[in-house]
């Protein structure tokens, strides 16, 4: 077995070693099983041991058969604990799906099996993926790789941090208002969210169905570029499935990320004049090295993203989540006297705080009385995000600003103020609103801890954000930046 495991490497470079012969499929997966069983993160709730290596196997057997087993054959992955997967649990990170095993799998999970992917287990996330730092787990918080005393971000925390922690190369994630990207930042990786549409969501247990999306992260702008090829596609089980055909897409694993030599990228004023942090002074020189342009452009309406969020996702969690009733599936309290007793101790007892709270916000922002003057309003008001991004986007190709407001913040910082760890998300929010692509990838380190830029790019424009930040980790490591990893 190669040593070279022990080391942080790509979904291209562990392709390359499989074909050469250097191991197997089943030794690799061997080897993350093994860093997963010694993990210090608390980042997987769930490890198919039996599951990975007969997959493993299965794969080694095509591949000495010179069977096309696909673009991902034998690469070790973990999925977020939110889709479900087949005789495996999913809990979705909450006490009410806490011995749940779904009958099927979603539709990202089955796509990524089809592309010769190894599924080793579940990570770990924030409650129904409702927060930013994942300490809002029924399996208790998850640690940052590059220091335990902080957060890894969520609510794909569990995700970045075993791709972080070395645990995995590639882990699947979900970012309705910046889940994958605050993480990916705060752990110094590359998340993509794609284009609300561009990856089914049949099988990823709903937050806000208007605004969930599942996307890949990663090492490296190439290694998501190859995940989302697996993941992407029309799927005729979601109503919200977008139906498209884009060559670059199709082409990514034989000829890689299209390259575009000289894009118009937006500087968001709104934006940087909320982040007081220099690290992205450096990533706009250097893309100007790479022979693209810096124009400044305006957002005006990013400054009331995070209140319109909130009413809006907690109106549909309220909606999605009344399915949890301790009657068709999911926890049920003991010895119940009636039918509203039955409903009002599951819910009390399966739900964590967190989701208590956006469930009663949204509930009461859909109240009769309270609907125009709060989800009408919020609804409006994602109308006027989402003209703002398009009349950026009739001015330049991508836009650039920061995707955190700085690095992790310490565990038990902000979890008694609700509004300050919201504030987290106010540079990923306004993207998620108007259904937008974005990607987060390493640009720098402050105090020891990694801090992301974010490229947004128009829709179903990923092409261009993939482009623009592989040229930029060609030219800079700050994405091979590794924790130290115990032996």
């Given amino acids: ?71 991902l054959c034998g690469i070790p992955i973990l999925h977020k604990d939110i889709f479900l997967t087949a005789g495996l649990r999913t809990s979705a990170g909450s006490k009410m799906l806490e011995n749940f095993i779904a009958p099927y799998s979603a539709t990202v999970v089955e796509k990524l099996a089809a592309a010769g992917a190894i599924t080793l287990g579940k990570a770990n996330m924030d409650e129904f993926a409702m927060g930013s730092s994942n300490e809002n787990s029924y399996f208790a918080d998850v640690a940052n790789p590059w220091h335990p005393d902080y957060v890894p971000g969520g609510s794909s925390g569990g995700s970045a941090a075993a791709v972080a922690g070395l645990l995995a190369p590639a882990a699947t994630g979900t970012d309705t208002g910046g889940s994958i990207r605050q993480p990916a930042s705060f752990c110094g990786i ?27 992260m990663t090492h490296s702008a190439e290694d998501a570029a190859l995940m989302l090829h697996a993941m992407a596609g029309f799927d005729p089980r979601d109503s919200t499935s977008a139906e498209r055909s884009d060559e670059w897409l199709a082409q990514i694993p034989e000829q890689g990320i299209p390259r575009y030599e000289k894009l118009n990228i937006g500087l968001p004023q709104e934006f940087f004049h909320a982040y007081s942090g220099s690290e992205l002074e450096a990533v706009k020189q250097q893309l100007q090295a790479l022979g693209h342009t810096l124009t400044d452009v305006s957002l005006p309406h990013s400054d009331v993203a995070i209140a319109a969020y909130y009413v809006i996702a907690g109106a549909e969690a309220s909606t999605n989540l009344s399915r949890y009733d301790g009657v068709r599936f999911g926890h049920r309290c003991a010895d ?148 130290a990893v115990e032996a």
């Fill in 190 to 216: 590359t998340g993509l969210k794609p284009t609300y549409g561009r990856i089914s969501r049949y099988g990823m247990i709903a937050f806000a169905s208007s605004l969930d999306q599942a996307g890949p």
């Fill in 1 to 71: 077995m190669t040593s070279e495991l022990g080391t942080k490497l790509t979904i291209q470079t562990l392709r390359e070693g499989l074909a050469a012969g250097q191991y197997s499929a089943v030794e690799l997966a061997e080897h993350y099983l093994q860093c997963i069983e010694h993990e210090s993160y608390n980042a997987v709730i769930t490890t198919d041991r039996e599951g990975a290596l007969k997959a493993a196997s299965a794969a080694d057997q095509d591949r000495a058969s010179g069977a096309n087993c696909g673009p």
């Fill in 336 to 483: 119940p006297v009636d039918l509203t007793d039955l409903y009002n101790r599951s819910r009390s007892e399966g739900f964590g705080a967190e989701v208590k709270r956006r469930i009663l916000t949204g509930t009461y922002a859909l109240s009769v009385g309270y609907y125009d003057a709060y989800y009408l309003k919020a609804q409006k008001i994602r109308r006027l995000i989402a003209d703002d991004f398009n009349a950026a986007f009739s001015k330049v190709d991508v836009l650039l600003t920061p995707t955190t407001p700085g690095p992790a913040f310490k565990r038990g910082e902000l979890s008694a103020d609700p509004v300050a760890m919201y504030q987290q998300d106010k540079f990923t929010v306004p993207v998620s609103l108007a259904g937008l692509p974005a990607l987060s990838m390493p640009c720098g380190q402050r105090n020891g801890l990694p801090i992301g830029a974010q490229l947004i790019g128009p829709a179903f424009g990923e092409d261009l954000i993939l482009s623009l930040a592989a040229q930029y980790q060609r030219a800079t490591d700050w994405h091979q930046q590794s924790v």
